[in-house]
């Protein structure tokens, strides 16, 4: 077993955990964090998008004992934040979710976008939110949400 600390939506968590312990298995199962979902577990589908440092990133390879000292922020951790409530509104306004199950990963992935780089034009949005996969919606909705929010962000600055 490994000793870990790591800050986990603004609260330091130690731990004990196995060397091969996924960061998405420890968020669900020792953590009851279970927003963060899993899909393929290999990288692929996004649906366990996290945010390490501030950055989006896969959960499921992402190893808990590697984020020792770490800052892990998950879909449970934004309260009342502006953004990620206007994310979930347009999401809904668009009818950018079906089963849901997708939707954890998109918006973080989304949110990460949208806050790191304001410049991104329809092209690029596509483009960066490709690597996240959805089997219901047919993404036309997810990527109007995402740039009715860069709009709105343009509008405001
Ligand atoms: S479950 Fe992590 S990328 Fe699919
Ligand atoms: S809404 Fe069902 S997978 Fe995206």
Known sequence: MIEIS??????????SVEPRLSLVDFLRE??????THVGCEHGVCGACTVHIDGVSARSCIALAAACDGRDIRTIEGFGD???????????????ALQCG???PGMLMTAYDLVTRF????????????????????????????????????????
């Open 81 to 95: 934040d502006a953004q990620m409530n206007a994310l979930r509104s347009e999401f809904s306004k668009e009818h």
């Open 101 to 103: 199950y997708c939707t």
């Open 6 to 15: 790591l800050t986990i939506n603004g609260e330091v968590v130690q731990a």
């Open 30 to 35: 020792k953590q009851h964090l279970t927003g």
């Open 118 to 157: 304001p410049d991104l034009d329809p092209a690029d949005i596509a483009r960066e939110m490709s690597g996240n996969l959805c089997r219901c919606t047919g993404y036309q909705g997810i990527i109007r949400a995402v740039e009715n929010i860069y709009a709105a962000n343009r509008a405001k600055a």
